[in-house]
Nanobody
Framework: VQLQASGGGSVQPGGSLTLSCVAS????????IGWFRQAPGKEREPVSC????????TYDGSVKDRFTISKDIGKNTVYLQMNNLKPEDTAAYYC?????????????????????????WGKGTLVTVSS
């Protein structure tokens, strides 16, 4: 499994960025995937998650109503649309998955225990929000 994140950059407060993460070695049609971030001097934290069949999306309270997670199965890519960015959003952003396939037609992932099971990580992409 390989995850390649991109799309980071420097923006002013209130600006927008869209992060992308291309997955290889698995099909996002059957796996949950999420975004995490790590700010300087802080622990890595979950930001958002989308379940295998897109039935569940979750967001940290600090980004809810500003960030949107989505998937393009044809491109095997997950996106994080980030609007109204704030200086406290400055961090390295990582995409990650636990690599566990869903049970056929059922949905899987993004429950309260999912983040602790993540074991496949992409390299981070840096987002800097400052004036």
């Amino acid at each position: 499994v390989q995850l390649q994140a991109s799309g980071g950059g420097s923006v002013q407060p209130g600006g927008s960025l869209t992060l992308s993460c291309v997955a290889s070695g698995l099909s996002l049609a059957h796996y949950a995937i999420g975004w995490f971030r790590q700010a300087p001097g802080k622990e890595r934290e979950p930001v958002s998650c989308i379940s295998s069949k897109d039935e569940r999306t979750t967001y940290d309270g600090s980004v809810k109503d500003r960030f949107t997670i989505s998937k393009d199965i044809g491109k095997n890519t997950v996106y994080l649309q980030m609007n109204n960015l704030k200086p406290e959003d400055t961090a390295a952003y990582y995409c990650a998955t636990d690599g566990l396939r869903d049970p056929g037609f059922g949905d899987y992932g993004c429950d309260s225990r999912w983040s602790a099971k993540v074991s496949y990580w992409g390299k981070g992409t840096l987002v800097t929000v400052s004036s």
